[in-house]
């Protein structure tokens, strides 16, 4: 029994020092001599003198304190506690690798190993494809000839700021009852609608670059967006200073007083702010980091540029010499898709890191905005989360159920709309409706269906996780890439281009 069960090591090492003395020297006092000058200077100054015997300290106020050699201690607990008969095994233990005891572990070293793998072979493909191809990326990438015809484009992106100016003077109106609710209405559901349409009809009226209408069409959702939420936010708070029952009214919103009016600072603040929720104050920072604004910006270059090479030497390459997806032979599309999946993702997270990490960090930044949590762990998620998550639960889905909409139709709702704005942004620059992009994400319905199913039955929350990494990562964006390519160069062929 003794073998099964014996005392501590670390116990049994106290133990041993706690029972080892330190005989101090008879004539340990000869040692100190205070009147010397260096000695003088070291009370003066509070440091420790250690004496020739090693065993006896004095601090710098005369008290004697006993320290222990660590050779001796070591030696003792090296001949007592760790003797070849002491048992190696006292506990029932897993492997760290076992399913187990896998997710107790850390796997830090792993990770690093992942990383210089990831780092030798990427970089071994990027000097294999400079050897065969040469440098393929040049300046028509970032600027060309095409580029000074779409200035229509741009006078319609700087006059959509005239929508926000149009909605503040009828909210203003309606704050002072100059004009009735069911007008209010009507004319904000006419801006809002005029707000989308406008730049759609822009973009297919004048033959613009791609990249250019995609510019123009994510600039008019934001200006959507804002624009509604400051509408809906409006309309809330007038609801709510002209309910009869004002006892219900401060209950439900204990800061009403803050929205008691339109305040046309605020609208503009909001219009740039890196938010889609309206609101009269936001929480602010007490002042802006210069030197971290410059740094950001030097990854955004940066990162910005890494993007394009991988554009321009692998995705174009890659995508010139494919067919379309769903004509000819399917393994010849997979391999395509698959040769498209790994740059791709690169480019998508890219994107996502200069975007909403960078850009959206240096526009808080500059004006002071508190709140910066403009996305969560989506790595972790199990279906794709929208980066208008807020905007969604805040403007649709609970306006929703509180109009007594199911909570799966609700989220349906969520779903379609979504779908909508992103095959608006794809579909009208591209100046093809085949809804690929629709398709795209309201394929994720069932996905969340199949995905909870899998999750109860495996009891595992990392088969959502596969799921979605291989749908986004390498089913998905790739073969939508490849469908709207092929399509738009039909269609450049059928009208002569």
């Not at 609970?398 to 704005?421: E, K, Q, T």
Request: contains cysteine; proline residues 5%; glycine residues 4%.
């Amino acid at each position: 029994m003794a073998l099964l069960d014996p005392p501590n090591i670390a116990e049994s090492t106290t133990a041993l020092r706690r029972r080892t003395t330190t005989v101090k020297p008879p004539d340990a006092d000869a040692y100190s001599d205070n009147s010397s000058p260096s000695n003088n200077n070291n009370n003066e100054n509070g440091n420790e003198q250690i004496r020739a015997a090693g065993e006896v300290v004095t601090n710098g106020n005369g008290e004697k304190t006993e320290q222990k050699k660590g050779v001796e201690s070591q030696t003792s607990v090296l001949r007592y506690a760790y003797r070849p008969s002491s048992p190696a095994h006292r506990r029932i233990k897993e492997s760290p690798l076992s399913s187990d005891a896998i997710f107790k572990q850390s796997h830090a070293g792993l990770f690093n190993l992942c990383i210089v793998v990831l780092v030798a072979v990427n970089s071994r493909l990027i000097i294999e494809n400079l050897m065969k191809y040469g440098l393929l990326i040049n300046s028509n990438f970032w600027f060309s000839s095409r580029s000074l015809r779409d200035w229509p484009l741009l006078m319609c992106c700087l006059s959509l700021l005239l929508f926000p100016l149009a909605a503040y003077i009828v909210e203003k109106l309606a704050w002072k009852k100059r004009i009735l609710d069911p007008i209010v209405i009507a004319l904000h559901v006419i801006i809002t609608t005029a707000a989308i349409l406008y730049p759609v009809f822009m973009i297919l009226r004048f033959g613009s670059a791609v990249l250019s209408g995609v510019t123009l069409m994510l600039c008019a959702c934001i200006n959507w967006l804002k624009l509604t939420s400051f509408v809906h936010t409006s309309y809330d708070m007038r609801s709510l200073v002209n309910s009869t029952d004002k006892g219900e009214a401060e209950s439900t919103s204990p800061n009403i007083e803050l929205f008691y009016d339109v305040d046309f600072n605020s609208l503009v603040y909001f219009m740039v702010a890196p938010t889609l929720c309206y609101q009269r104050s936001y929480p602010r920072t007490a002042f802006i980091r210069k030197g971290w604004v410059l740094r950001q910006l030097i990854k955004l270059v940066i990162f910005t540029g890494f993007m394009g090479f991988i554009i321009e030497q692998y995705i174009n390459p890659i995508v010139k010499n494919s067919r379309h997806p769903l004509k000819g032979d399917i393994l010849y599309a997979i391999e395509r898709v698959l040769k498209l999946s790994v740059p791709n993702l690169y480019v998508w997270l890219c994107m996502f890191y200069c975007f909403f990490h960078l850009w959206l960090n240096i526009l808080a930044e500059l004006l002071r905005f508190g709140d910066r949590e403009f996305y969560k762990d989506w790595w972790n998620a199990q279906t794709i989360e929208e980066p208008v998550h807020k905007w969604i639960v805040r403007h649709l889905y609970f306006p929703c159920l509180r109009n007594g909409i199911p909570r799966g139709s609700a989220i349906l709702i969520a779903f379609f709309m979504s779908a909508v704005f992103h095959e608006l942004c794809i579909a009208v620059p591209c100046h093809i409706f085949k809804f690929w992009a629709f398709i795209g994400i309201m394929f994720q319905v069932p996905l969340v269906i199949l995905t909870n199913y899998l999750q109860n039955k495996f009891q595992n929350s990392m088969v959502g996780n596969i799921i979605f990494w291989c749908i986004f990562s390498i089913f998905g964006q790739p073969m939508c890439v490849l469908l709207y390519y092929h399509d738009v160069m039909n269609q450049k062929v059928n009208n002569g281009k």
